[in-house]
């Protein structure tokens, strides 16, 4: 048997020493384009998240908040927080999907907290849009014409803040954060909504009137009164109503006196002053 052994020194096969000639991408010689019709996706609007529908939109918000669960309850409290603090304020159509959302989840606890003996209506049959004022017409307005409504979202921000400190510390005070919610905020904004229910019955208020001067007197002021410019002023023993920051007529009212009772007179007093009593 031979053994045939190569030194270190030995020069190597010349293919081994050239490096491979650099990638260069093989030219193709191609016909030129001849132009076709245009493509009906460049001339389309761009789509932005607010041209979604809303019930689209709806689904989403849904979709970001986890299911709540006794054993882990923060992922699900930690969102409603983060939607009540943060999307909603994003655009016109996140307010509304996200306050949606966050109305049904938390109305039966809304529901649960009202005294006895008040009544609650967040969510009335609105009269035709047609008939409503510009502000409180869609898409430009957001907020509703029922006051209590106000209440509930409110009441939303605060429970959901409450939620939010009392799983992340324990120096958290547990104190009754919505005695003054719905002891005088509920009561005094239903109030205001049933006198302009049953103000309207009597024709002495009116959604479309013109809004009235700061310096109009109560012996001049006009029938019917607009809204906007009506208010209460509640406490447990005595309610009145407020026009241009003074109190035209008031009333005693009973502990246990419903609020559509004290409603009922207060539009028949305020019949009396504006001279249209039957």
Not at 58 to 86: C, D, F, G, K, Q
Not at 94 to 100: E, L
Not at 194 to 219: D, F, H, N, Q
Not at 220 to 243: D, H, Q
Request: aromatic share 6%.
């Amino acid at each position: 048997m031979v053994l045939i052994v190569q030194t270190k020194d030995a020069t190597l096969p010349s293919r081994h020493v050239n490096a491979p000639p650099p990638y260069t991408p093989l030219a193709v010689s191609s016909p030129p384009r001849t132009p076709g019709p245009a493509s009906p996706f460049r001339s389309s609007p761009r789509v932005s998240f607010d041209s979604l529908p809303p019930h689209i939109l709806l689904s989403i918000v849904n979709a970001t908040v986890p299911p709540s669960s006794p054993r882990s309850p923060e992922p699900h409290i930690e969102s409603l927080y983060w939607l009540t603090h943060s999307l909603r304020l994003v655009s016109r159509s996140t307010y509304i999907a996200s306050m949606s959302f966050l109305r049904s989840t938390f109305l039966q606890d809304y529901l649960t907290n009202i005294k006895h003996p008040y009544t609650c209506d967040p969510y009335p049959l609105e009269p035709p849009e047609a008939s409503l004022p510009a502000q409180y017409q869609r898409p430009q307005a957001i907020v509703s014409l029922q006051r209590e409504m106000a209440v509930l979202d409110r009441f939303i921000a605060l429970k959901c803040s409450e939620d939010v400190r009392s799983y992340q510390t324990e120096l958290h005070l547990d104190l009754d954060h919505f005695k003054d919610l719905f002891e005088l905020e509920q009561p005094k904004a239903r109030t205001e909504d049933l006198i302009r229910k049953y103000g309207m019955r009597a024709g002495v208020v009116s959604l479309v009137a013109p809004p009235l001067a700061s310096s109009t007197p109560v012996s001049r002021l006009p029938t019917p009164l607009p809204f906007s410019a009506i208010s209460v002023n509640f406490s447990p023993r005595k309610v009145g109503v407020i026009i241009l920051r003074r109190t035209v007529v008031d009333v005693r009212r009973d502990r246990d006196e419903t609020l559509e009772s004290v409603a009922k007179r207060l539009v028949k007093e305020l019949a009396k002053v504006l001279g249209r009593a039957s």
